[in-house]
Each structure stands twice: as C-alpha cells, then as structure tokens.
C-alpha cells in the first residue's frame, strides 16, 4: 500500500494491527485471523473512524453545532400541515412527495442522531455490590396535586407484601424516574403499611396532603421500559367508570368505538397503557387488552345465548329478497352474490383493537371506493352520481359472465363474455372478489379488473355484496370502505314517499317500496353493521340522498389529500 494512503490511516487502528500481527499462540484459526488482518487494513473502516473522531473532536467545539437536533420531528408536522391543506400548488406538491422520499427521512434521521450525540454506545449500568444481609431502601417524595399519582399497587402473592403493580406512562412516578414496578412499599408518609391492604394504603394516600414520602425497598431487577409506538383503532366503546375489574378507576382512559389509541405499554396481560392519538396530555391511561376484551365479548355472547337471545341479527331466507337462495318472489334484480354464503365464519370474528398506521396519499395511484349496505339503501345512485361528475376519473369494473352476447352487446363493454369452464375454473382459484348464479348463468367481478383501473391511474368504485369485503380488505387494494347506513324505520318511510322513490326490489321500477322491503332494508342493514362494522372507514346515513352524495364527495377529495389511518400491514 502507497505511504500516502499508509498516512490517513488512524494510529489506534495502526497499533491494533501491529499487535495483531506480533500476537502468538492465539485461540483463532487462520481465516479468524486473515478476515481480521483484512477488515483493519480496509479503507473502508479507516474512513469511518476519521468520520467518527471529527464528530467527537468537533462536538465540543464552538464552531461547529446544529442549529436543531428535532428535524425529523419538524418534517413530519410539515407533512401534516400540507396534507391539511384545501389545495396544492405544483410546488407545493412536488415538496410533500419530495419529504416522504426514504432517502431524505433518512439522512434527517442521521442528522438528528448526530445533533443528539446519539452514537455513543449504550452499555449497562455496573451492578454494585452489596453484603448479602444488607437491604437497599430509597426513599421518594412526591408532591401531592390534582393530578394522580400515576402508580398502582398490590398485595404480592407470595409474599403478601404491598407492591408497585405498574407505574403509568407519563405520570408523576414515572417522570420522577425513581418508582418501578415491582418496588415494595416499606411506609407512607411514615406509616408502616406491614399488614395493610391496597385500600389501606390508598386511604393513607387519599388522606395526605403536601408532599408524601415512600419508603420502597427496589425491585431485583428494573429493565428500562421503553414506550411502544404502536397505534390502534378500537371497536368498541369503553367507560372506565362502570368497569368494575379496572385496578384503578382514577388511571382508566375512556373512549368510543373508532377512537385511535397510541399504545405506549402491552406488559400486563390484562391492562394496558394507552393515550389517545393528538391528546397533548402525557399520562398514559389503563384500558382492557385484547385478550382481555375478547374474553369479556366471548362471555357476554355466552351467556346471551343461555338467555335465548341471538347475539347477531337472524333473518329469514324471504328477508333477503335478492339472494339467490330465494326463489318465493318472481320479480327481482340480477345482482351478484357469494354462492356460498357463510355468515357463521364473520360471527366468530371478534373485533377488539386493529394495528393501524399512516397511509399517505400518491399521486396517480387511487384507493378504490367501496360502498358497502343493506339492499335497497341507495348505494347504486350514489355510485351513479358520483362517476357522473368525472366519467374520466371514477370508473367501475366491467362485469363478467356466462350468459351468451345478446344483439347490439360488444365483449369488454357491458360485459366480459367467458365459458362456464374458464370462470368456474377462475373462482376456484380466487380471482373474483364476488360471483353468483341468476337464471343458470354465473355473474361475477374479478379483482384483476379492479386492479387495472387502480393501474390506470383512476379510483374504482365498487358496490359489492358485503361478504365481498374478505376479498377486498387487502393490502394490494387498499380500499376506502364507506356503510351506507338507513335512518330509523320512520324516516326511510318518510324520505323514500317524499321524493318518490322507486323500489330496488321491482324490476320494472314501477313502484314504491312496501312495508316489508322497509323494514327488510332496516333488519339487512343490523345484520351488516353488526358482522363488519370494524371494516367500515366511514359511515354515511342516506336519509337525504343530496345530503348524502355531498357527504361522498368530501370523502372521496379527504381520500385524495389527506393521510389515513389503515391496517398497520398496508404499510409495511
């Protein structure tokens, strides 16, 4: 090697090698050693330790220090704001699609390791030693507010000592860095709590005022918990002040179904810590886990049907007038259906919390816009509409068949004309996201052909039955999912008489709808909303149709400019 590249070399890594080289009767092979030999004499290396000494030599420095050490943190409030906005000029865009670039995320991210002097190795903490028959005891004072302490306790079982159960994240015994779950609790305020229960000590708490002092003998071990990023939308609503297994009422977080949670801690198996996702408080709250959820729904769900109750909406085959299992009414539109029709599999899913993330819009690739509801909502001329305000950009699937062309039809336009073969072949194979039988022939939609419009660069938009949503909620599609929802039974009277409205049902559209296709409409509507309401990103009541299309509107513009909460897995 040239002496002019000998000379650039580190001389820590120059005394290393030479050490290396003198060493004898070392426990190494000669591969060990020669792979060794090498990696110290690469360029490589060497530059990186030059990098690494002018970080160190220079970080003291009065001439060199960033101006900012947070720049990720800016960039993503930077994205937020855009998105935010009614309307992107060119550069404006190019800017919000330039931020998103991994490359750019990343050199931030280094920036901000750098400014943070984030390199330095992470090594534990030396253990001290201690005599065997001396106890370490740390005393912690607080001052007592409005705001809770933060920590729970409990009798431990083996030893029916009073000990932290869990410190929540963001309190004030998490913040005072001194108080860890599994610490015991020796006095209160100079109390002895030998022999007292958790109310006990809880009264002593409640009675206190000013500062209060605890005594704790540490936990063996207190590995530094890290706050989790994950987030989570919830299914279901949740009042911690009727939960009468919560630990502590006082630490319980509420929310309503459709609420994202960001879930800072998942290390109890029964209660969780969680805030809610742009609440500006810190102090995380307690809330069910999944598994304790799912036991609670479970129970509940039991012991209805020991009651005689059915848990999940029951409706009669003549309920549903389109199903192709009903054959009592003679006039009925064609529509497509799932021939093995299987609501027992949804009724088992039980939908607790689902990990969600961030999904930013892009441009020329659309999510499709499914529209999901009972028969006889509305959803059609939704549809119509819609597409009818931009024929170019809103497009829906061509159709397939087995039905034979009729005169004045054209293969690709009303509908793709194949043999029963060639599509009993395909729906075997899962290529329809729905299919079924009308008069002897199969009707079906395949998921290539709502791919290719995504491809084209326009937004699909899909009115499927709604056992089609098992096909669809993938992370290849990534659809926006919107329930058409009925009013109450008296209102859907009193808007479809108003505006004279035709019934689905007929096949000449020749009348109003009937008492019965009312109140199948309303029982339809329970049944789906009960099976896949976890699925739905938004809810639309059509009791005005013009109410609602504008409703539509605003959601199809929100898909395109705004980023969204989806499945975690759509994004990974």
């Known amino acids: 090697m040239a002496n002019g590249t000998k000379e650039k070399w580190d001389p820590a890594l120059t005394r290393l090698l030479t050490s290396l080289q003198q060493a004898t009767n070392l426990p190494s092979t000669e591969e060990e050693l020669g792979f060794l030999s090498n990696l110290l004499q690469s360029k490589e290396l060497h530059a990186l330790v030059n990098v690494h000494n002018t970080i160190i030599s220079n970080g003291s420095s009065d001439r060199f220090f960033p101006l900012l050490s947070t720049s990720l943190d800016i960039l993503t409030e930077i994205l937020e704001e855009i998105a935010q906005r009614p309307y992107m000029s060119p550069d404006c865009k190019e800017l919000f699609y330039l931020l998103q670039k991994p490359h750019i995320q ?77 610490d015991e609790v020796v006095e209160v305020n100079n109390i002895s709590v030998e022999g007292k229960t958790p109310n006990d000590v809880l009264q002593i708490l409640q009675n206190s005022e000013g500062t209060i002092t605890f005594k704790l003998i540490p936990a063996d071990s207190k590995s530094g918990i890290r706050e989790s990023k994950v987030r989570v939308r919830a299914h279901f ?28 801690s998942q290390d109890d198996a029964y209660w969780w810590q969680a805030r809610k996702e742009g609440d500006r408080n810190m102090r995380a709250g307690l809330i069910p886990s999944r598994a304790l959820q799912e036991r ?30 009903c054959t009592s009414k003679p006039k009925t539109k064609k529509i497509i259906y799932d021939i093995a029709e299987n609501d027992d599999f949804d009724r088992e899913e039980i939908a607790t919390y689902e990990e969600v993330a961030k999904l930013y819009p892009r441009p020329g690739m659309y999510r499709p816009i499914v529209l999901i509801g009972a028969p006889g909502i509305g959803r059609n001329e939704l549809k119509r509409r819609l597409i009818d305000t931009n024929v170019n950009k809103y497009r829906t699937p061509t159709p397939f068949t087995t039905r034979t062309m009729r005169p004045g039809e054209e293969d690709g336009k009303e509908y ?157």
């Open 106 to 182: 990343g050199v931030l991210y280094s920036h901000d390791s750098v400014a943070q002097k984030d390199y330095y190795p992470h090594l534990p903490e030396i253990p001290r030693e201690v005599e065997d028959d001396e106890e370490t005891i740390k005393i912690v004072q607080l001052v007592k507010s409005s705001e809770p302490l933060g920590a729970t306790i409990k009798t431990d079982e083996s030893t029916g000592k009073i000990v932290i159960a869990r410190v929540m994240h963001g309190g004030a015994a998490d913040r005072s860095g001194l108080i860890h779950p599994g």
């Open 237 to 264: 609503n949740y009042d911690s002040s009727t939960d009468p297994y919560i630990p502590c009422k006082e630490a319980g977080l509420d929310f309503v179904k459709g609420d994202v949670l960001h879930i800072v």
């Open 296 to 325: 609670r729904i479970i129970h509940d769900r039991t012991q209805a049907v020991k009651n005689g109750e059915d848990a999940l909406p029951v409706l009669t085959c003549s309920q549903f007038p389109k199903s192709p299992r």
């Open 416 to 572: 793709f004309f194949v043999s029963r073969e060639i599509m009993e072949k395909d729906i075997e194979e899962g290529k329809f996201i729905e299919f079924g039988e009308y008069k002897g022939n199969l009707y079906g939609t395949s998921t290539e052909s709502v791919k290719a419009i995504i491809n084209a660069g326009k937004v699909c938009i899909l009115n499927p039955h709604y056992q089609a949503l098992k096909m669809l909620r993938t992370p290849q599609l990534k659809p926006y999912i919107i329930y058409i929802k009925p009013p109450n039974l008296e209102t859907l009277k009193e808007t479809r008489s108003a505006f004279r409205a035709r019934s689905t049902f007929d096949i000449n559209n020749s009348r109003g709808f009937t008492d019965d296709e009312f109140n199948d409409i309303i029982k339809s509507a329970a049944r789906i909303e009960f099976l896949y309401d976890h699925f739905f990103d938004e809810t639309i009541v059509n009791a005005d149709l013009a109410v609602a299309f504008s409703q539509l509107v605003s959601a199809a513009n929100r898909l395109e400019s705004e980023p969204l909460w989806v499945p975690a897995s759509w994004v990974q």
